[in-house]
């Protein structure tokens, strides 16, 4: 019998937006942008804007179509992050779904008491060694905001015992440009050079603007220091419904996908090419208690959405998974950690952090 | 400014098989049915099939696609399922979901002492009550096999109880025509006459086939009483995987799907348009254990697969979600039950059932 060719198997995926919504976000983001503009903080970035074609009005800055999409058109499809031993262990592209734990959380579910207590370097490390050995986690965060290193200096601190703790890819949070600096001769007394740790990263920046449409010199500071040096950042903004972001989830997405495009357009007009992670954070203000909800349907939802922005842009996604607001590791937090662990695989964000957050993201817990 | 065409809001899906998976499903069961045949213990049902075109070889009774595409032409694509009061609370259609518990569980987490102990009557009375109560369920089912009533009568008076319990429709179990007999003329009083009943269906006998392939009278019987008297019947087998299935997902959902489709056919048999629910539950047999594992990945995944099959006949479709293996309503019960409610609402099962079941289907758990 002539062989017959063979049924590929199917791996399900969810569209959560149809094409129209797609162009409606991103014309409304535009609309953002040239319309209502942004507050920039940091001479530098406003020199790059201006230079590029922004104008002020109003006291704002604002940004058209045309240096959007130029920025668009200049980043990288896929972002090659390696393990401190220069291996491709994530490449982040489409199609791929990473997993991997979060950033400075001020307190810990202590392992052996079991009691909640400040975070400390050790932490940092621990959790690091955790991740390290655990096969679905693919990427290592600080999980930790240690309290007994100097205040200034703690997320250098946090850098060293996390590279200390594993060799998975590393994605890293700084104070401002001089600890950032600090980092990056870190960095590259690792990988053996700059060109060595250009070609093979193993460490991202996560910075964020202020939603609604503020950018701090700090933070903008950093992002154009990762530029410079042509090395991978992720810049999502925080647009929480109802807090920095508009109540609806449509709104949100829109201004959250605005202020996202600002941090990718200062990074390609320092360095075209630069590795930029797409993203942003959709989570629901609780009016009654002023947390952030982990665990409510805004984050999922909109990352399904904001996944498939970043794809019709052609860039690789920042997304969330894994995390609850539950205090402990009970049903509460295998309910909402699997709706975002599922949602995260159904629309393949890319690379998803806070995995073992609890209590809205203020206290880690290894158990989790 | 002329109106603008609103856009329309998205509501995800998944699609789990390709059309050619669920063609080579398809034509993998019509093989089943017509060259490996199935044992058929019912003299009524044998006749049934040999009038219609079945024909017997070693043994088996085998049946051809010409009998089987009849069936599916005649099936009603809805069940309007009503409650007990006359209002139409679950039309079984393309699109909608709904949940409800289980049937059928020896034992229960008693909700006061927390002791796990033998289900009695007033559990199945109490469980409808909570149901009944509860806006996100739908549906009835006995969530118990009670031990102080008489072996024999015991479906009987689980009906009673469940309809006591709750004014929702009801999904029932039973042992033979006798008992049938007893509820159908229990529903008819209640509904007010037998025309009255069948306009306005409230109850749906849930029977089984025996995987791989085998028909006992009883069952068959149960099913033919359905017909007969045109009310709702479900007749999902259940080829786990290693157990009375093919160890793999797609030979367990091509022998599912052939044994499926004989209680379709049997039912059209006698009555053209009888309101017929396709389904069949696709757990894995735990080779270690011998348990069926209701929170093994399986299980969801042959959900989505199967609702898809039933769907391509244009037939409503069984289903299942929120149960767990665990003992207790822990983080692994938070995180299974999640995983198939996420599953049916993104695959559209109609009627899932097993909502509050524990320790795979041996427990139930009114706080699950």
Redesign the interface.
Known sequence: MTQQIQ????H???????D??LQ?LHSASLDILSRTGIVMKSEKGRQLLLEAGAWESEGRLKIPEHVVMAAIGSAPSRITMHNRLGRLTMPLEEGKVFFGPGSDCPFTLDLESGERRQSVLEDVRRMAHVCDGLESLDFIMSMATPFDVATMDHYLHSFIAMIRGSAKPNVYTAREREDMQDIYEIACAVAGSETALREKPFLMLYAESISPLLYNDESVDKLLFCAEKGIPVTYPPSPNTGGGGPITLAGALALGNAECLVGLVLTQLVRPGTPFLYGMNTAALDMKSAIVAYGAPEWPLGM?AWTELGRSYGLPVWGVAGATDSKV???????E???TI?TAF?CRSNLNHDVGYIEYGSTSSAEM
């Open positions: 049924i590929e198997t199917m399900p995926s969810i569209r959560m937006l149809s129209e919504q409606a399904a590791v009970d049903t509460q937090a295998g309910i950690a699997t709706v599922m159904l």
